[in-house]
């Protein structure tokens, strides 16, 4: 059976302890992953657009034990790139620890928007 979580909010710092909060309801207490991948794609959003934008958060988890996660954004040109972060920095890091948990993750680009997503394994 497939269940859909959709939150659609501001990209604000307040709103990654909600959707951490939200998925955790959603998904049980085993959503450790999950929850880093979405505080990572929204912390992006939030540096790389810009704090207030309207952002949508999709998960969907199936009976096949993965979760799809994604996070939609009205800025189709700010695509992420992963880069190496010197050992004394405090960002750069997000892209490396969504490739170390996912399975795989990309972006859609569609007419104003675009998406982040990733699949996981359920923990």
Aim: with cysteine; net charge positive; glycine share 12%.
């Amino acid at each position: 059976m497939r269940t859909t979580l959709l939150l659609k909010l501001l990209a604000v710092p307040g709103a990654v302890r909600t959707v951490r909060r939200e998925l955790r309801r959603h998904l049980g207490d085993e959503c450790g992953d999950a929850q880093l991948c979405a505080s990572e794609l929204l912390s992006n959003v939030i540096l790389h657009v810009g704090a207030g934008a309207p952002v949508t958060v999709q998960v969907t988890g199936g009976g096949d034990g993965r979760t799809w996660l994604a996070v939609t954004d009205p800025e189709p040109s700010a695509l992420p790139v992963r880069r190496t972060a010197c050992r004394d920095e405090e960002r750069g890091r997000g892209l490396a620890l969504l490739e170390a948990v996912a399975l795989r993750w990309g972006v859609r680009r569609g007419a104003g928007s675009k998406t982040v997503w990733c699949e996981l394994l359920r923990e």
